[in-house]
Nanobody, 121 residues
Framework: QVQLVESGGGLVQAGESLRLSCAAS????????MGWYRQTPGEQRELVAT???????NYADSVKGRFTISRDSAKNTVTLQMNSLKSEDTAVYYC???????????????WGQGTQVTVSS
């Protein structure tokens, strides 16, 4: 099995920063794309940022210039540095990874349990 464990959420004021981390563990051969998504009550989960194994990044327009995604492929970790936070960034943030497991021929999609980020205005 594969587990994704997130950390770093919390309560901050608008304009402040937070850093989210996610570590993948288990029967992992390699990881393709890793990323962060977020969800608010009653809304669909939305993409925040992704990073490929080659380091190519993609950001939601709403976070461009404020958030930075990075990864350490040797440690199977992904980090989201969030600066200049706004109240509309308040959500549960989920880590995602496309993982190749031993004896599998295709990548499988895995999610973390989610971490709450609350930004007060």
């Amino acid at each position: 099995q594969v587990q994704l464990v997130e950390s770093g959420g919390g309560l901050v004021q608008a304009g402040e920063s937070l850093r989210l981390s996610c570590a993948a563990s288990g029967s992992i051969v390699s990881i393709n794309t890793m990323g962060w998504y977020r969800q608010t009550p009653g809304e669909q989960r939305e993409l925040v940022a992704t990073i490929t194994s080659g380091g190519r990044t993609n950001y939601a327009d709403s976070v461009k210039g404020r958030f930075t995604i990075s990864r350490d492929s040797a440690k199977n970790t992904v980090t989201l540095q969030m600066n200049s936070l706004k109240s509309e960034d308040t959500a549960v943030y989920y880590c995602n990874a496309q993982v190749y497991r031993y004896y599998s021929t295709a990548a499988a999609n895995y999610w973390g349990q989610g971490t709450q980020v609350t930004v007060s205005s």
